[in-house]
């Protein structure tokens, strides 16, 4: 019965492993480095300004800017600097008589204006060259670039595949943790087993616990008939769940708005953490009111409180309310998956700890064809076929991912639509490759891949020396530690490509067993 089960466990270990593995390593790659989101964006924006502005100092130049014209928006959204972004994102939602100047039609949902980058310091904007930085593979990760809510499914069937493929690995392998100390090197079939372990074993419950919560994030979008069912409307549910307040109707009666940063600093004294976003509604009218949040930075549940105060008087409208037992389970189950309270030796734990995942995903694909294929013999289509998308995926992404971050410093930083064309490079580079690597034999597209790969990462920090004043040397005498970091990663990353692709070009050794040579001598 025993083995029974494990054999069943075995074989949908393999297929699960199989049908989901080329999206889950492209999650997993992107979702890795996700974990550096913030300073991606800034090391893509080099004209991005290097301060330290506090928060209530930031919020009160943000709402100075967005009263400058005149108050003609419904909403303002103000997202505040911290350690990790150091600028000011606003967004602004129109009126209902601004919008339908704009051509909009009556009783649609109004969409917020473009974002702004504003400098904290001073709350002028911010001309850096568009991006959408760090921002890409975080979207990528869950969405797969597919139109809303597909990608964010199918990210979702793959975390199940995921989840009941670490299941039916644990439940399959007899001798779990005993392999994780048994790494052999040329082994064919029985290394990439040994590999796919240690990988697996090696950050087993970190695998469990950030793919169950990558489930969690989306569970209102996978479950939605609860709330169907019970709220009229979602955002009741909303406001009932996590202490949102009511939409603020306008009164008519023009009324200035209270000064912001007394009402934030009491916001931090009161949530006991520092603020994180400024939400502004009804500016100018006697009902507007200002809801200030905190970050999630400083605890592991990433739904902070919320303090709502009234923008004409600075009245405490809504103090912080405690969060109910299922919602603060969903925002802890959040914050382990953002893991936005990491510092930055955590940071790169993590970050170790997520390539351990591609590695096991990847590992796992290539002993899935090193398990059929027979010596001498004619590789079948599916064999082929397999083989050919790990080639793609496993080696044909990381191009993919290195020219999106080479495209932003080719391209002119006053280019219009320089965002898209860097996105579009990314999946162009990628495609190239996965459709050039079919006119090699399979071990020589390893190599070749492999050591393009490398040549577009060491070609990163050239191209930023070249493009910007800050290159490898210039922020090792200014002490920039983000630049320099950054610099000396692509260089780690080009270096591990470029032994990869020596290893994939080094010829196969054939073992020849001892009765063998016996018979040749004979």
Known sequence: MTRSLRQSMAWIHSWLGLLAGWILFAMFLTGTASYFRPEITRWMQPEMPVNHTPAT???????????????????????????????????????????????????????????????????????????????????????????????????????????????????????????????????????????????????????????????????????PYPIAINYKQPLDFGREAYGLPQDAVATGRATPLVPIAPLVRDAEARLQRPAARVVVQQPGDAAAIVAVTGAAQSSLNARAGTVVYS??????????????????????????H???????????????LGLTGAAMVGTGLLLWTAARRKPGARPFFGLRLVERLNIATIAGLPIGMGAYLLANRVIPAAAEGR?????????????GAAVLQLLRPARQAWAILFAAGAAVYAAIPIANALTTSRGLAASWRAGD??????????????????????????????????????????
């Open 338 to 352: 953002l893991a936005q309270y990491a510092a930055p030796a955590l940071r790169w734990v993590l970050f170790l």
């Open 57 to 223: 100092i930031a919020a009160q130049n943000a709402v100075s800017q967005l009263s400058r014209d005149g108050i003609h928006d419904q909403q303002w959204f103000i997202q505040l600097p911290n350690d990790r972004d150091v600028v000011t994102h606003v967004y602004a939602t129109p009126k209902p008589d601004a919008a339908e100047a704009k051509g909009q039609k009556p009783g649609t949902r109004r969409k917020r204006a473009e974002e702004q980058v504003l400098d904290p310091a001073t709350g002028a904007p911010i001309h850096a060259r568009d991006t959408r930085g760090g921002e890409h593979f975080y979207r990528f990760h869950f969405q797969l670039q597919l139109p809303h809510p597909w990608g964010r499914w199918l990210a979702g069937v793959c975390a199940m595949f995921m989840l009941g493929a670490i299941i039916s690995g644990v439940v399959t392998h007899k001798r779990i943790f005993a392999d994780f100390f048994t790494l052999r090197w040329n082994k064919g079939q029985r290394s990439w087993l040994d590999a796919h372990n240690v990988s697996a074993v090696l950050a087993l419950p970190y695998h469990a616990v950030i793919t169950y919560t990558g489930l969690m994030t989306l569970v209102l979008m996978y479950l």
């Open 419 to 431: 965002a898209a064309a860097e996105v579009a490079t990314m999946f162009y580079v990628w495609g």
């Open 311 to 336: 923008g004409a008087t600075g009245a405490l409208l809504q103090p912080p309310s405690g969060a109910g037992t299922g919602v603060s389970t969903v925002g802890v189950m959040l914050g382990l």
């Open 481 to 522: 530690q983000l630049f320099m970091s950054f610099d000396v990663a692509m260089l780690g990353i080009a270096a591990l490509l470029g032994l990869a692709a020596w290893r994939a070009a080094r010829p196969r050794r054939v073992q020849v067993s001892r009765r063998t040579r016996e018979m040749v001598h004979v």
